[in-house]
């Protein structure tokens, strides 16, 4: 990082263009770092605030933002299915993951709904050097919206991919709408671990002020060659992960995912096609 991006100024006019994240609780959320860092980078007149919705009011919120002149927002945990049918149209990536993790608000008046989660986590792996081979087994933990994108993705990129729900209702669900997906039972799946390459927390088990903040589930039964990838990335180390470090296992943080997902709204809603290196990383890092 160079001390001219920090130093530079937000510019903020009566012509700003106006972005943000909804979810409940959002405190922990970096976007607006991250956003709002890229902002200054490149010069852009605009701004990317936190925007706390609760459930009940998540349509009047998007309308609301919508008409107040936002260009769109990104949506976060619990909002990610509402987002998918509030949207009027839905990019070839939300209809594959069933949730948007992205609305465009366009000047015809229609919302675009995107799934970037996916692809960002996707892409998270790569970077890290850790992608698991074609036809390796993956077990995700959890059925929502954010599940739904990343095993989508990990079908396309050749993975056998699972999952495991607290509710198994939700999880054969998500099998029904992604053929070829297996459902592993909660209360099996930590001595079933032997069977995969990939283990991906999906949910917010383990997320800092989160009400399951202390999951740490056991590994005893993990292969050497496990990754343990948690999409959570406030603590830095969540309890998984810390648990995955001390078993001698490789893992992935959920800060990847979060720069390399956020790139498409960014452009979408501010012109610009931003970079994911190593500055970017490491300003958000700061903030932890």
């Not at 107040?68 to 993951?97: C, M, W, Y």
């Not at 990343?150 to 992604?178: F, I, P, S, W, Y």
């Not at 990838?229 to 001698?248: C, F, H, K, M, N």
Request: aromatic share 6%; with cysteine.
């Amino acid at each position: 990082m160079t001390a001219t991006d920090t130093a530079k100024p937000q510019i903020i006019t009566g012509k700003a263009k106006l972005a943000g994240v909804l979810g409940w609780p959002v405190a922990h959320s970096r976007s607006p770092v991250l956003h709002n860092y890229w902002l200054r980078r490149h010069g852009v007149d605009g701004a990317y605030v936190p925007l706390p919705v609760e459930p009940d009011a998540f349509v009047a919120a998007v309308l609301g933002l919508q008409a107040a002149g936002f260009r769109g927002a990104n949506v976060t945990i619990p909002h990610k299915e509402a987002a998918f049918k509030i949207a009027d149209v839905l990019d070839h990536s939300a209809q594959r993951a069933g949730a948007v993790n992205t609305l465009v608000f366009e000047d015809d008046g229609k919302i675009h709904g995107y799934s970037t989660d996916g692809a960002g986590f996707v892409a998270s792996m790569e970077a890290a050097g850790l992608n698991p081979p074609k036809q390796a087994q993956a077990l995700l933990l959890g059925a929502g919206g954010a599940a739904r994108s990343v095993a989508a993705a990990l079908q396309d990129c050749g993975l056998r991919v699972a999952v495991t729900n607290r509710t198994q209702g939700r999880a054969e669900e998500l099998a029904k709408a992604l053929p070829g997906l297996d459902v592993v039972p909660w209360n099996v799946w930590e001595e079933r671990l032997g069977a995969f390459s990939l283990l991906v927390n999906t949910t917010s088990l383990g997320m800092e002020g989160g009400p399951d903040a202390g999951f740490r589930p056991s590994l005893a039964h993990a292969a050497k060659e496990l990754v343990v990838a948690d999409i959570v990335y406030v603590p830095r180390v969540t309890p998984l992960l810390a648990e995955a470090q001390s078993a001698g296992l490789r893992t992935l943080g959920g800060l990847g995912m979060l720069l390399h997902q956020a790139r498409l709204g960014f452009e979408k809603w501010y012109g610009v096609n931003p970079e994911v290196d190593a500055a970017t990383e490491a300003f958000v890092q700061e903030s932890f």
